[in-house]
């Protein structure tokens, strides 16, 4: 039977929650499952993950296939380093107690992390709702003077007129047109206009 790692979706609309689940991938995705080893809550900053690792790590061993989702929980929540410790202990790289040590480190660090996030988070939102509320003031970024004064600089620079020195070209030869005079109405001979014959007269009026 395929198995799966997934996630089910709770929570009403545009809130999601998810129950991170194995299940049989025939099953339809708010179906059936097997097991329930955690909890997805994208919602909150950062995103809160519960997850039973030692039985993520289990079915994960087993054969569990986990989606593209549920893989990135994994690896956030260490279950994917304990696999790649484990596997360096059955090669005889290192000891059991040893790659419990740096998983334990690495949980230890990992969860540091986290808290400090919270904790940073936490502060915003307590300080925005201060300054909301008026008990504090907005802080005012602090000016760079100096960066400001370089700023300047390069407008004024960039403003200047750049004035390119034009090359100067030889005089070129010009090739002389002689004008050919045009005759002045004096000169310009008047037509000479033939006065029209009269006809001749019809003969049979003779």
């Known amino acids: 039977m395929p198995v799966k790692i997934r996630l089910a979706r709770r ?13 049989d991938a025939r099953a339809p995705r708010d179906g059936k499952f097997i097991e329930h080893i955690g909890s997805y809550n994208p919602m909150t900053v950062p995103a809160t993950v519960e997850l039973d690792r030692d039985r993520a790590y289990e079915w994960l061993s087993k054969g569990a296939q986990p989606t593209d989702t549920a893989r990135a929980l994994l690896k956030f929540k260490g279950v994917y380093y304990k696999k790649h410790l484990m596997r360096g202990v ?3 790289a290192m000891t059991e107690e040893k790659a419990l040590e740096l998983y334990n480190a690495w949980i230890d660090t990992k969860e540091a992390q ?24 907005p802080m005012k970024k602090a000016v760079d003077k100096e960066a ?12 200047e007129p750049k004035i390119e020195a034009i090359p100067e070209l ?5 090739p002389v047109v002689e004008e050919t005079p045009q005759p002045t109405e004096e000169e310009t001979p008047t037509p000479v ?5 009269p006809a001749d007269e019809d003969p049979e009026k003779k």
């Open 11 to 23: 929570g009403r609309k545009k809130r999601p929650f998810y129950h991170i689940v194995i299940a």
């Open 90 to 92: 059955a090669k005889g």
């Open 114 to 137: 986290v808290a400090v996030r919270v904790e940073e988070t936490r502060k915003k939102k307590e300080d925005f709702w201060k300054m909301l509320s008026g008990e504090i003031k």
């Open 148 to 159: 400001g004064d370089e700023f300047r600089a390069t407008e004024e620079a960039s403003a």
């Open 170 to 174: 030889a005089p070129k030869e010009v």
């Open 193 to 197: 206009v033939e006065a029209e014959k």
